[in-house]
């Protein structure tokens, strides 16, 4: 009697052991941001356990199991559904995200007409990029997003904002369709609800700026996003005397009036804030 019931605590053991496997393997996995003072290490798409290992796996419900806790500000988490390694970002369920090149920065007419419009900005890329262009450290959007050269925020922005192409003049139209068209495709497989506003090359209307700002909007209205031009507003707004030495850049008081202008086409653009899937593999 006592071997029997030896022998029946083992099979329960080893089965929950084998469940508590599964379960961990079903989890985000959470790591320390560099900008926290972490290493960054992306994990493997696998899991700890395959469905090789038992042929009765656990399955993880809503109705039996919590969802995970939140991770702190400054985490890394590995998302299993994408396998992508996300960084958390406080209040990202409030704010814009915003992929572009320098004109996208905290103190640019993007970055100033955002908080006008009442969207915070949380800002990815680089000076110097575009779609297709790297600047020698950071690759084009979509290759530095894959390759992890900037971390996409955890979570579900109420907006994506997606900025840039002013760096991609001298590229072929084609190759800036494709890259435009990987980053969206990107995108809405981390934020498949989140609504994205393309903005296209500010400029004075003419010239290959505004060439590569017809190139977005064709692909903008193909993709079934909103598309908002600056493509002229150089002239219109009387801008092109707020530009700097290069002939590209506008002066602070140039991205003071353009921040104005922006916040009100952007408001007429505003989308509600959408909820996205709970970083855990579920079966109803």
């Known amino acids: 009697m006592r071997g029997k019931a030896t022998r029946k605590w083992a099979r329960g053991a080893l089965a929950a052991a084998v469940s508590a496997v599964l379960l961990l393997a079903a989890a985000p996995a959470v790591l320390p941001d560099p900008g926290a003072g972490g290493t960054a290490s992306v994990l493997p798409a696998g899991g700890a356990a395959s469905a090789e290992a038992s042929p009765e796996p656990a399955v993880i419900r809503p109705s039996e199991t919590a969802p995970p806790a939140a991770p702190a500000a400054g985490s890394l988490v590995y998302m299993p559904q994408t396998g992508r390694?996300?960084?958390?970002?406080?209040?990202?369920?409030?704010?814009?995200?915003?992929?572009?090149?320098?004109?996208?920065?905290?103190d640019t007419w993007v970055g100033q007409g955002l908080e006008q419009a009442g969207y915070p900005a949380i800002i990815r890329g680089a000076g110097g990029t575009g779609y297709v262009q790297g600047n020698g450290s950071v690759a084009g959007y979509a290759r530095a997003l894959e390759a992890h050269?900037?971390?996409?925020?955890?979570?579900?922005?109420?907006l994506i904002v997606l900025q840039g192409g002013?760096?991609?003049t001298a590229h072929p139209a084609a190759d800036i369709r494709t890259e435009a068209l990987r980053l969206i495709g990107d995108l809405r497989q981390s934020y498949p609800s989140v609504r994205i506003v393309?903005?296209?090359?500010?400029?004075?209307?003419?010239?290959?700026?505004?060439?590569?700002?017809?190139?977005?909007?064709?692909?903008a209205a193909e993709q079934g996003?909103?598309?908002?031009?600056?493509?002229d507003w150089w002239a219109r707004y009387g801008l092109n005397g707020q530009l700097r030495p290069d002939g590209r850049h506008l002066s602070?008081?140039?991205?003071?009036?353009?921040?104005?202008?922006f916040a009100r086409e952007l408001a007429r653009m505003m989308p509600p804030a959408v909820p996205q899937a709970r970083p855990y593999r579920a079966v109803p």
Do not use: C, K, Y
């Not at 915003?98 to 004109?103: A, F, L, M, N, T």
């Not at 050269?149 to 579900?156: A, K, R, Y």
């Not at 602070?252 to 202008?261: F, I």
């Open 149 to 158: 050269q900037w971390l996409l925020p955890w979570g579900t922005p109420r």
């Open 252 to 261: 602070p008081e140039g991205h003071r009036v353009a921040a104005g202008v």
């Open 198 to 219: 393309m903005v296209g090359v500010i400029g004075d209307g003419t010239g290959r700026r505004s060439e590569v700002d017809g190139v977005l909007a064709a692909v």
């Open 166 to 168: 002013g760096n991609d």
């Open 85 to 106: 390694t996300m960084s958390v970002v406080p209040g990202v369920e409030d704010s814009a995200l915003v992929i572009g090149d320098s004109q996208a920065g905290p």
């Open 225 to 231: 996003i909103d598309f908002l031009t600056p493509g």
